[in-house]
């Protein structure tokens, strides 16, 4: 069986041999291989020494682009110019956790002949604190991909520039249950102050980067029902993205309160976009959002966060209560 894993780099020169340097440390079994494949984001300089000196201990192909795209971009890149049976990504300023991460993975992912096989990945913090992620759903750290089923579903990374990641598996989580938790460490998300989310923290966690959340999230919802996906199945994830969304804006009033307007702006197209189309077709209500709120509390640690307006004020100014009232109005007429 071959692996391919996938390098998407933009100006990452500082840190790229760290990453390479833990690929060429994999094992794996008798009749299993890795390839690398280095996605050049369009950066200032190439990589080409990189992958002439590592292609001497491991197979490393090299794929420049001519225009930046963004890392899920690159990610697709990656994707479209490789053939192994199965796929995972590194990116240029992380690491795998051990020398035998690839092969944890694929030994589980043949074992099940599974769709998707994760295991727990660190994260180093900027305070130089580590937390580990245990069947996280949200990056495509600590994962391997079947190709085969990937292909079948014609899922593809979409244009964001941020936060891909977690709109291409709200997808992927709906259209499979075939997937497996390795409860082992395989991968190690390094502290690079320069990338994209560490560079500019507040401003991407809060500004920018939570609106392509955001995005992500509508994008996720338009997709399953382009897919034509069970009802339920959308009406839980457009819900618990909204209470997400409720929560996460809250924080981003607090910490980034000059793009209030830009975000709520986003907020306003999500709704649109995801929420109403249920809301029209009678599939949402105030209870099973409410509901959906309290099992997101129950969930998730937000008590670091104080919202400063109810939900129901959020929802208020969404001009749900109003939507809802139209749609019960139009219902009495036609009975």
Not at 117 to 128: L, Q, R, S
Not at 167 to 186: A, E, F, M, R, W
Request: a negative charge.
């Amino acid at each position: 069986m071959k692996v391919d894993i996938i390098i998407p780099a933009y100006n990452c020169h500082s840190t790229i041999n760290r990453a390479l340097a833990s690929c060429a440390t994999q094992k794996l079994d008798d009749g299993d291989e890795f390839c690398v494949t280095i996605v050049n984001d369009a950066s200032k300089e190439g990589y080409e020494q990189y992958a002439d000196f590592w292609n001497h201990v491991m197979d490393v192909q090299l794929i420049n682009k001519t225009e930046n795209a963004g890392c899920g971009q690159a990610r697709q890149t990656g994707v479209d110019y490789t053939d192994g049976d199965y796929f995972m990504f590194l990116d240029a300023d992380d690491t795998l956790a051990s020398p035998v991460a690839v092969r944890t993975l694929l030994r589980e992912m043949k074992k099940g002949d599974y769709d998707l096989v994760m295991g727990d990945f660190i994260e180093e913090t900027e305070k130089g604190t580590f937390v580990m992620h245990n069947e996280n759903w949200v990056w495509c750290h600590g994962k391997m991909y079947k190709r085969r089923t990937i292909d079948r579903f014609l899922l593809r990374f979409n244009l964001t520039r941020g936060n891909e990641d977690v709109g291409y598996h709200s997808v992927l989580k709906n259209l499979t249950d075939n997937t497996k938790y390795v409860p082992q460490l395989v991968y190690m998300w390094e502290n690079c102050y320069g990338s994209l989310v560490r560079g500019d923290s507040v401003g991407y966690k809060c500004g920018y980067g939570w609106r392509d959340f955001v995005e992500n999230m509508a994008w996720a919802c338009e997709e399953l029902q382009a897919r034509h996906i069970n009802k339920a199945l959308i009406r839980d994830q457009a819900a618990y993205a909204l209470c997400r969304i409720y929560y996460n804006y809250e924080e981003c009033k607090r910490e980034l309160p000059a793009e209030n307007e830009q975000n709520w702006e986003k907020i306003c197209e999500y709704y649109n976009r995801a929420i109403l189309p249920i809301l029209n077709d009678g599939g949402i209500n105030q209870e099973f959002l409410e509901s959906t709120m309290r099992k997101l509390q129950r969930e998730s640690d937000n008590s670091y966060i104080i919202p400063k307006t109810t939900f129901q004020s959020f929802l208020k100014k969404l001009g749900f209560f109003e939507d809802l009232k139209k749609i019960e109005e139009e219902e009495a007429d036609d009975c």
